[in-house]
């Protein structure tokens, strides 16, 4: 669940993944949907649904990289 100010998102790098990965490979490949991911919550609760797993799963495989990036730009 997105909270704080658009400064907040933009200043957490993890975040950012883990929204990127329910935008561009969950929604838009169709994959989630609303009834899908209420569904899900409702079986599971947030932290265990299986589109938030995945989505801190790649947010966590890609941190790294990014943050190696955003460091690089920053110089």
Known sequence: MLRGSA??????PELILHEYFH????W???RLTIWRYLQE?????YWHNCYE???RAFAAAH???LNLRL?????
Do not use: M
């Not at 460091?71 to 110089?75: D, F, I, N």
């Open 7 to 12: 400064k907040d998102f933009w200043n957490d």
């Open 28 to 30: 838009q490949t169709r």
């Open 63 to 65: 941190l790294r990289a």
């Open 41 to 45: 919550s409702a079986r599971n609760g």
């Open 23 to 26: 935008v561009l490979r969950q």
């Open 71 to 75: 460091q690089k730009w920053q110089e």
């Open 53 to 55: 797993i995945e989505a």
